[in-house]
């Protein structure tokens, strides 16, 4: 199903958000007797319970947000002013805060921990903070999300991504990510052009405060996509890549055109950290979710911190790339395996 124009979602999808949020407060303690009851009978403890209680705050909280960026839009003058520093702060702490809310849930809810074992990068506080390309292995429920709350709340950077356009049916992640410096892109067979055009502009933009958060996989693992990678490796006519992707046990082969780009325009100074995570490939698909809730997962997260000044030239970012994947790969596959 197509993304439906920006107006249809403005007058009809965002108020029905609104509306369900509503009538679902109104009937809380039917539902949650209802969900409790069911869950009597459904393996797993309280799963169904659970799973509407944090469904319910997660619609709460976009409910509140649209709301309160509803507020904004008039006061910046029915928009008029909605890009202004002022409202882009006003935006960013919106956005941390709905971050801090559902993140916070989903750990309490699904017994979720997250272990940093890396230092982590500098705060927007720190007086020699720079800007910083963040390029993430993507795999599992919510890690983008978990990254992105990681960056605005943990260490006060302002996030900046691509992403697919279909997240746009999200009525919060719509208004929100479109009044800040964010791009959706379709993600059709065309739409490579798309992708590093919206890369190259985002890079070229940042400030010292700023993190942009790229997945130079491109899409969660999985085997299809991994000999589809490969097969199209051997096509363009890349067999030593190809050969290297086969190697990679945990990770799709990184796809090296939007890194490179977004190092040739982001500012001179920035840094890159690379980031590893490892404890949710299990939940990959929604009948994975389903069995596996509550989670009871402890999240391990790695970071490779590249200062500015050690990035390699242009013609040896591709071999770079590929090297610190497999690091990657090789460090979650000790996790994955209890030796890492």
Not at 161 to 172: E, G, R
Not at 227 to 250: H, Q
């Amino acid at each position: 199903m197509g993304l439906p124009p920006k107006w249809l979602r403005r007058v009809l999808i965002d108020p029905a958000v609104t509306l369900a949020v509503l009538l679902a407060a109104v009937s809380l303690p039917l539902w949650a007797i209802g969900a409790a009851f069911v869950s009597r009978y459904v393996p797993g403890k309280w799963r169904i319970l659970r799973l509407a209680w944090f469904l319910f705050l997660y619609v709460a909280v976009e409910a509140l947000a649209m709301i309160l960026m509803f507020g904004l839009w008039i006061g910046s003058g029915l928009g008029w002013k909605i890009r202004s520093p002022g409202f882009q702060t006003a935006h960013y702490w919106l956005l941390g805060w709905m971050l801090r809310l559902i993140i916070g849930s989903a750990k309490r809810t699904f017994k979720l921990t997250i272990d940093i074992q890396s230092p982590p990068p500098v705060t927007a506080d720190d007086a020699d903070r720079r800007p910083i390309l963040v390029l993430s292995r993507h795999a599992g429920p919510g890690d983008s999300m978990l990254l992105v709350d990681a960056l605005a709340n943990g260490y006060l950077r302002r996030p900046r991504i691509v992403l697919k356009d279909f997240l746009q049916w999200d009525p919060a992640v719509d208004v929100i990510l479109n009044r800040l410096p964010s791009s959706f892109v379709n993600t059709g067979k065309n739409a490579g052009g798309s992708v590093v055009d919206a890369i190259a502009e985002l890079a070229r933009t940042m400030s010292t405060d700023d993190a942009f958060v790229i997945f130079p996989e491109g899409g969660n693992y999985t085997e299809g996509r991994r000999e589809r990678a490969i097969k199209m490796l051997i096509e363009i006519g890349r067999p030593d890549l190809a050969e290297r992707a086969r190697d990679l046990k945990m990770t799709l082969p990184p796809k090296p055109k939007g890194v490179m780009t977004a190092l040739s325009t982001a500012p001179a100074n920035s840094d890159v950290f690379f980031v590893g995570h490892a404890g949710l490939e299990a939940f990959i698909t929604a009948r994975d979710i389903w069995r596996g809730m509550p989670m009871d997962t402890s999240v391990a997260v790695r970071t490779w911190h590249y200062p500015a000044e050690t990035i390699p030239a242009p013609e040896g970012q591709e071999t770079w790339l590929y090297d610190t994947w497999e690091e990657i790969d090789t460090w979650i596959e000790g996790k994955m395996e209890g030796t890492g």
